[in-house]
């Protein structure tokens, strides 16, 4: 029997990937959703052959409208249990150098289509009096982030907006959990601009954090940090002055960016 309908977006890649296999050994149907469509369809045949479950491809682009409306309109009247809102894009660099189109295009996947889908699902979930939303954020939402500033902001908003919605979500039988990892190593680095990898041997493997959402989720956790560093990284922050936060991140996005191979 089938656990439910999960939709998982930023699949084709990395933690989402990840994350998607996870869902299907637990005997959740799956609907994943990213740009590349033939990575999904790859991961769709590997997971519905092996898993004996039903995986529906939706290729859309989340920095846009239209694609939030496409995977809206392909779920159609489909039971959505869990949401994961994956997807995400970054920039490392100085604010007024990066691209402007790119800063945009973070807030666009990050923000406006985690808040599309949420919004889009949730009134199902809470008519039904049960579901899952899963937000990944990153330890970045808990600080100022400069030299990746709008990816950190991002995550703020990410944060702010998943610890409102726990509250709005008390007794509707909906839960809601707070992915917060640090440095994992999967594509985003490069997409992010950087050459070389991100925090080094301290990087986490996306399975590992992928794990560690899945099992989060399913004990109904709301903040799930992968890591004891990066637990003990966001304590910190509780009790850093905000402009000593931003100016050790600077120090260390400055050291990280200075150590990467050209
Ligand atoms: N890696 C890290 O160090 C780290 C740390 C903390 C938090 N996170 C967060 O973890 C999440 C997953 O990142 P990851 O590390 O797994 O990176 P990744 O391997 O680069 O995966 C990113 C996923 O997002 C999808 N995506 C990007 N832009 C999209 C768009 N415009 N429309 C639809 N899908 C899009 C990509 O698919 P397509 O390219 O096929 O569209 C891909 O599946 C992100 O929210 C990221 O902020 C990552």
Redo the contacts with the bound molecule.
Sequence with gaps: MSAGTALV?????????AIARSLATRGFDLVL????ED?LQALAHELSAAASITVTVVA????TPE?TDVVVEAVGDREIDVVVN?????WIGLFHQAPAARQL?IVD??CRALVALTRAFLPGMIARGRGHVVQ?????GFMPGPRAATYYAS?AFVVSHSEALRHELEDTGVAITLVC????A????R?SGVKGT??GAA?MS?VDVAEASVEGMLQRRFLVVPGAPNRLLIALTRVLPRRLAAALVDRLQKKRLAAEPQ
Excluded at 9 to 17: D, F, N, P, R, V
């Design positions: 977006t930023g699949a084709s890649s990395g933690i989402g990937l959703v990213a740009r590349r990575r859309a682009d989340l920095a694609g994956n997807a995400g894009a970054g295009e996947i990050n990944i954020a990153s330890v970045g995550k990892p640090g440095p994992v999967t594509e985003f680095q997409s991100m925090g990087a996306d």
